[in-house]
């Protein structure tokens, strides 16, 4: 199973989610990291990730070799993330086949109804449960 994660800003979530990820499986899944800057791309490479790389044209590419994209919800809003998040890499996510397990983080502009604000590193939990349902694998120590 090929991951794709997806970050930006500061890269501290997709670092994680990728360090979960290596922890979770080892090396039954590959982890492809794309970060809307280098900084996010960096940090989630060194974490684990497999493959690394930065920009639009990264994420369209990517994304078609991937089954399953995990990332903030706000990558699938344009202009988001002080608009590091362009039109195009909106469009190349919302539009992929692969499964997306979104973390719902809040964007000042967007309020998210019907969804419990939970701390991140139980959302993180539960990013991690989804994809081992994928993996048809239990995780009891994430």
Do not use: C, Y
């Not at 990728?18 to 794309?34: D, M, P, Y």
């Not at 497999?50 to 903030?72: K, L, Q, W, Y």
């Not at 086949?97 to 969804?115: E, F, H, Q, S, Y």
């Amino acid at each position: 199973m090929r991951i794709l994660v997806v970050d930006g800003m500061g890269g501290r979530i997709g670092q994680e989610v990728v360090s979960r990820l290596r922890h979770a499986f080892g090396e039954r899944v590959e982890i492809l990291a794309v970060g809307t800057n280098s900084t996010a791309t960096t940090m989630m490479l060194k974490a684990g990730a497999n493959r690394g790389a930065t920009g639009e044209n990264a994420m369209r590419v990517t994304v078609r070799e991937a089954d399953v994209v995990i990332g903030p919800l706000s990558l699938m809003v344009p202009d988001s993330m002080m608009g590091e998040v362009t039109p195009g890499m909106a469009q190349a996510l919302a539009s992929s086949a692969a499964r997306k397990v979104m973390l719902p983080l809040t964007n000042p502009r967007i309020d998210l109804v019907g969804v419990t604000k939970a701390p991140l590193p139980h959302l993180l939990d539960e990013a991690i449960k989804a994809v081992s349902s994928m993996l048809g694998k239990e995780v009891d120590d994430v």
